[in-house]
């Protein structure tokens, strides 16, 4: 499975923007789907994840109330609307997907996420 995330760009603190993760060829998306972005000279970490069916939705601390992660199944795709965006969420997005089920953390662990997508670039000025 190939993915391939789009939307990035550069906007103004406090805008915003939405990211979505495509698999490439016919394959449907219908897999447990994270987002996780690498700021410069910081360690991945993980965003938000989407169930394989839309049901449940995992995010981290630090977008929670801002960002929602969603799976648009009519257009097979899941994306990443960034609301409120600041300075701190500069970085580039991933998106993986997995066919695995999870349970707790495993859920949006980066190391249970077999595929993943070439990054997008979001740069936020303050």
């Known amino acids: 499975v190939q993915l391939q995330a789009f939307g990035g760009g550069l906007v103004q603190a406090e805008n915003s923007l939405e990211l979505s993760c495509v698999p490439s060829g016919s394959t449907d998306i219908d897999f447990r789907t994270g987002w996780f972005r690498q700021a410069r000279r910081k360690e991945r970490e993980f965003v938000a994840a989407?169930?394989?069916?839309?049901?449940?939705?995992w995010y981290a601390d630090s977008v929670k109330g801002r960002f929602t992660v969603a799976r648009d199944s009519e257009k097979n795709k899941v994306n990443l609307q960034m609301n409120n965006l600041t300075a701190g969420d500069t970085a580039v997005y991933f998106c993986?997907?997995?066919?695995?089920?999870?349970?707790?953390?495993?859920?949006?662990?980066?190391?249970?996420?077999?595929?993943w997508g070439q990054g997008t670039v979001v740069t936020v000025s303050s």
């Open positions: 989407v169930s394989w069916n839309g049901g449940y939705q």
């Open positions: 993986a997907a997995d066919r695995m089920l999870c349970s707790g953390s495993n859920c949006y662990r980066s190391a249970t996420f077999e595929y």
